[in-house]
C-alpha cells in the first residue's frame, strides 16, 4: 500500500558468506523502488539431499536458500535456512537461523544446529513478543527414518538448544517423481494466536 514499505531476505542457492537484504519502498504519491544491501555472514553451502534409513534417493532438501516467511519484530528479521554441515559440507546438513538489525542493516546473530551423517532440512521459526526462538525442521540420516524435530532459543542466549522429536519417522520415504523425490516445502511454525 502506498506509504508503506517492507523487506525482502536473500539467501544464496549455494555456497556464500553474504545475504542480501531488501527494502520495499513505496512513498505516497511515488511508484515503489526497491534497495538492496549485501550483509556479511558466516559461510553457509549448499545443502546436499537428505540421506535415509533404507537408503533409496535422497530426500530434496531445499538448498540454502530461505524458504519460509522472516519475522520482523522489534527492528529485528529472524530468518531461517538449511546450509550444508560446515565441519563437511557433503556429509550432513544443519538447520540454521540469523538474526538481522533492521536499522544497521547487518547480521548480529547467527547459528547453526547439525551434526555430521544427520541432514536437519526445511527449518521454519517463529519469534515471540520476548524473542524467544522456536525452529522445527526434517532430520533424517542413513540411521533413521525422517521425522519432525524442534529446537529453541530463548531470548539473550546463543544457538539452539539440542533437537526434540515432535514425531519421529515411522518409514522410508520414496515418492519419486521427475527425478525428484520431493520433500519438506510447507512445513511451518506458528506462535499460538489466543496468548502468542
Known amino acids: 500500500t502506498a506509504g508503506q514499505s517492507g523487506y525482502l531476505f536473500y539467501s544464496h542457492s549455494g555456497n ?13 504519491g511515488n511508484p515503489p ?3 538492496g544491501k549485501q550483509m556479511a555472514s558466516a559461510i ?3 545443502t546436499p539431499l537428505g540421506s535415509q534409513l533404507g537408503g533409496g534417493q535422497g530426500l530434496e532438501s531445499g538448498g540454502s536458500v ?4 522472516p519475522i520482523v519484530r522489534d ?4 530468518i531461517a535456512h538449511s546450509t550444508g554441515n560446515t565441519t563437511n559440507p ?3 546438513a544443519s538447520a540454521k537461523y540469523v538474526i538481522v538489525d533492521l536499522n544497521t542493516p547487518a547480521v548480529i546473530e547467527e547459528a547453526e544446529l547439525g551434526a555430521l551423517n544427520y541432514f536437519y532440512i526445511y527449518p521454519s521459526l517463529t519469534v515471540d513478543e520476548n524473542q524467544n526462538i522456536g525452529m522445527t525442521f526434517t ?8 521425522g519432525a524435530y524442534f529446537s529453541t532459543r530463548k531470548a539473550g542466549e546463543q544457538g539452539l538448544s539440542p533437537s526434540t522429536a515432535v514425531q519421529v519417522g515411522l518409514g522410508n520415504y520414496q515418492q519419486v517423481a521427475s527425478g525428484r523425490n520431493r520433500w519438506g516445502d510447507y512445513m511451518a511454525i506458528g506462535l499460538d494466536p489466543a496468548n502468542n
Not at 556464500?16 to 505516497?28: D, E, G, R
Not at 532430520?139 to 525422517?146: G, Q
Open 16 to 28: 556464500a558468506n553474504w545475504y542480501v537484504l531488501y527494502k520495499v519502498l513505496y512513498p505516497t
Open 33 to 35: 523502488r526497491l534497495r
Open 44 to 46: 553457509y553451502y549448499i
Open 66 to 69: 530461505c524458504r519460509t516467511a
Open 75 to 78: 527492528g529485528k528479521m529472524f
Open 90 to 92: 557433503t556429509q550432513g
Open 139 to 146: 532430520r533424517t540420516a542413513t540411521t533413521e527414518y525422517a
